[in-house]
């Protein structure tokens, strides 16, 4: 659900348009696991089924990287990998600070997965002074009396914020102030931020309520069906929404 604006055109100025720029993590996690087990090239069909795309979408996504692959053989792993990674800037490193490091910040900052994405957390902070100093998965929390020291010490340009939804806003023009220009918010609020400024929100709850209309839906289904003495419809896993006509879990703030 959009609630808010990234302030970023539909199309990026490089010609991708958002909607493949946010199927290209999907990508790369499938090629990922076929990396890790030696598997030299995927036919788009192949790949298209473990991202969940649709295959005729993978081809025409793929088409924007200039990356068609070899008839009869397929994409080669190695290389997609490092195309959509480079694509996706995830050839560097990105130091990311958390702010709020509660239940889901600390959580956050145990997380394994983002240092393997090229995701370094190199900074935690919070507003409670008894907390300063403590170490929450080896890292030091550090009080939000210095913040702006700490994002420009670290060259932080991705701020995460996992404070109460109060709170949120303040955070976020403090992070901006400082110089962070991409926000992954997790606290349930609207952010307003200048231009320039990309903001994207994650709400669980939001998830699990999509989740609730379809059971709905499909309770509904069941009954009517018994009723006309049909067997019921389900989604078949061919027919099944993927991520390119459901909601992702991550959205534009
Ligand atoms: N997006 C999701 O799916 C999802 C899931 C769970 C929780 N949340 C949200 O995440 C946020 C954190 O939840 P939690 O359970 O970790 O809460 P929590 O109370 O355990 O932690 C919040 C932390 O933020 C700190 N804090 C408060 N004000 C601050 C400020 N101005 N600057 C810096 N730090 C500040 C507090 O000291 C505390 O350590 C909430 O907004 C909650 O609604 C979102």
């Not at 907390?131 to 420009?152: E, F, K, N, W, Y």
């Not at 990309?198 to 309770?219: C, P, Y």
Request: charged share 20%.
């Amino acid at each position: 659900m959009a609630t808010g604006r990234t302030h970023r055109p539909a199309t990026r100025s490089r010609g991708i348009p958002e909607a493949t720029v946010a199927r290209l993590p999907l990508y790369l996690r499938a090629l990922t696991a076929l990396s890790e087990r030696s598997v030299p090239t995927v036919s788009s069909e192949e790949l298209a089924t473990a991202a969940g795309v649709n295959s005729a979408k993978l081809r025409k996504d793929f088409s924007y990287l200039g990356s068609y692959g070899t008839r009869g053989v397929g994409y080669d792993v190695e290389y997609l990998v490092y195309q959509i990674s480079r694509e996706l800037g995830l050839t560097q490193d990105w130091p990311v600070a958390i702010v709020g490091i509660g239940n889901l910040g600390a959580a956050l900052a145990n997380y394994g997965g983002f240092a393997s994405r090229g995701f370094r957390v190199a900074a935690l902070i919070d507003a409670d002074p008894a907390m300063a100093g403590t170490p929450v998965a080896g890292i030091p929390v550090q009080h939000t009396d210095d913040l702006d020291r700490i994002i420009s010490e670290n060259g932080v340009s991705i701020g995460v914020i996992t404070t109460p939804p109060g709170a949120a806003q303040q955070v976020c023009d403090r992070l901006v102030a400082a110089g962070v220009t991409s926000i992954l918010n997790f606290a349930p609020t609207v952010l307003s931020v200048p231009e320039g400024v990309d903001v994207r929100k994650v709400d669980l709850s939001i998830e699990l309520q999509i989740l609730a209309f379809h059971e709905q839906r499909k309770a509904g289904e069941d009954a009517t069906a018994e009723d006309e003495g049909a067997p019921p419809m389900r989604a078949t896993p061919t027919g099944r929404k993927g991520p390119d006509g459901d909601m992702p879990a991550v959205m534009p703030a």
